[in-house]
């Protein structure tokens, strides 16, 4: 069964800080991995997604890391705001599905 | 551009009455996704639909059943309803050949 593993559940940082969110895929046939974003009553929103021959993308303060051998891909986000409190997902597409991790939810204190 | 437009917002249904959810994507998209939140997890894929025809069915019973109207729309329906069918429902519209699938704001379906 294809499975993105992610991690931590929660995350608690401070206003300027690094937020870390990782996740672990099986399935070599994925061929997109985007992280989305998740405010409480709204659909997820596209933040940022990288292809498995790309080890690093950077997009203002959010950056992905992708290590294609360990089958491992994390997001970074830097200088963290309180604004960017949500629960955060990231994924894997294979034909056309995504397959969903299970959520990290961050909160970030002023 | 009015983004992907989901139909109603919120419901409540009891257990063994059948639902039906709507979504309207986004102007020229022709691929439609239906996702199912339980709360607390990560959306689970349900159906794929392009072009009208059914391209992706995820783990989901019989009872769910959708489909795809010549305009793009789509109709995700469920038949007699379990407690355990409680979620946000997604839909999710895309081009061909895109991986950016852009997500409605959800039918929260609540099953008493």
């Known amino acids: 069964q294809q499975q993105v593993k992610q991690s931590p559940q929660s995350l608690i940082v401070q206003k300027g800080g690094i937020s870390i969110i990782n996740c672990a895929y099986e399935n070599t046939a994925f061929d997109y991995f985007p992280w989305y974003q998740q405010f409480p009553g709204k659909g997820p929103a596209l933040l940022i997604a990288?292809?498995?021959?790309?080890s690093e993308k950077k997009e203002g303060r959010f950056t992905i890391s992708f290590n294609k051998s360990a089958k491992q891909f994390s997001l970074h986000i830097m200088d963290s705001q309180p604004g960017d409190s949500a629960t955060y997902f990231c994924?894997?597409?294979?034909?056309?599905?995504?397959?969903f991790g299970t959520g990290t939810r961050l909160q970030v204190f002023p | 551009d009015t983004g992907v437009t989901q139909s109603p917002t919120h419901l409540i249904k009891t257990r063994g009455q059948q639902v039906t959810l709507r979504c309207s994507p986004i102007?020229?998209?022709?691929?439609v996704s239906w996702y199912q939140q339980v709360l607390g997890q990560g959306p689970q894929f349900i159906f794929q639909?392009?072009?009208?025809?059914?391209?992706g069915r995820g783990n989901f019973p019989d009872r769910f059943s959708a489909r795809q109207f010549p305009n793009y729309s789509s109709e995700l329906n469920v038949n007699a309803l379990l407690l355990g069918d409680s979620a946000l429902y997604l839909c999710?519209?895309?081009?061909?050949?895109?991986?950016?699938?852009?997500f409605g704001s959800g039918t929260r379906l609540t099953v008493v």
């Open positions: 994924a894997a597409v294979n034909t056309d599905k995504l397959i």
């Open positions: 990288i292809r498995p021959d790309v």
């Open positions: 102007s020229g998209h022709k691929s």
């Open positions: 999710a519209s895309s081009s061909r050949g895109s991986y950016g699938y852009t």
């Open positions: 639909y392009y072009e009208k025809e059914e391209r």
